[in-house]
């Protein structure tokens, strides 16, 4: 019995690790589709959006499931909710990647240099953020989780500033 409970937490963290992978993939694809004005691209981002949603539900099924059926404790119990949480915040994070995607279809033209420059930066900031930490939990390594939590409010930090950096384009006139 405790073999198939152990099969079972392999297997979430597996699917964790494979919607995270996708999760980069849509971070990428959303971004280089919108800074190269590529609408093939941000329609491969958008079509994806319904297996995130078919992942975020399978995913929360088979946890619920191991909870009720397998009585977890303690570490196991914790991790069985942090996977929960992880996979409704990867499920938002594709949301987002499609968010992104459909400015493309916004744009009259390229973003400005600098601008695209900031948003590769903090795309690959975050799309490192998102390996790591399911490298974490799937590992159960609270050290690299520390790690990636405090490279949270550099993320942060950098998204606030290219907002701010994008309002002075559009003041400015350079952003139509």
Same mark, same amino acid.
């Given at each position: 019995m405790r073999e198939r409970f152990h099969e079972q937490l392999e297997q979430i963290g597996a699917r964790l690790a494979h919607?995270?992978?996708?999760?980069?993939?849509?971070?990428?694809d959303s971004i280089e589709a919108f800074l190269g004005g590529d609408a093939r691209r941000a329609g491969k981002v958008l079509d994806a959006d319904l297996l995130f949603d078919r992942h975020e539900v399978e995913t929360? %099924?088979?946890?619920?499931? *191991?909870? @009720?059926?397998?009585?977890?404790?303690? !570490?196991?119990?914790?991790?069985?909710?942090?996977?929960m949480k992880i996979n409704a915040d990867l499920e938002r994070m594709g949301d987002l990647a499609c968010n992104i995607a459909k400015q493309t279809w916004r744009?009259? %033209?390229?973003?400005?240099? *600098?601008? @695209?420059?900031?948003?590769?930066?903090? !795309?690959d900031s975050v799309r490192s953020m998102v390996?790591?930490?399911?490298?974490?939990?799937?590992?159960?390594?609270?050290g690299l989780a520390r790690v990636v939590w405090a490279r949270d409010a550099a993320a942060d930090r950098d998204y606030r500033n290219l907002i701010a950096f994008s309002t002075e384009l559009l003041k400015e006139g350079l952003v139509t």
């Open positions: 919607e995270a992978g996708l999760v980069d993939v849509a971070v990428d929360e %099924r088979l946890c619920l499931d *191991t909870m @009720a059926l397998q009585q977890p404790m303690a !570490g196991d119990l914790r991790f069985l909710a942090g996977a744009v009259s %033209r390229p973003p400005n240099a *600098t601008f @695209a420059a900031r948003l590769r930066r903090l !795309g390996r790591e930490a399911a490298d974490a939990l799937v590992r159960r390594d609270p």
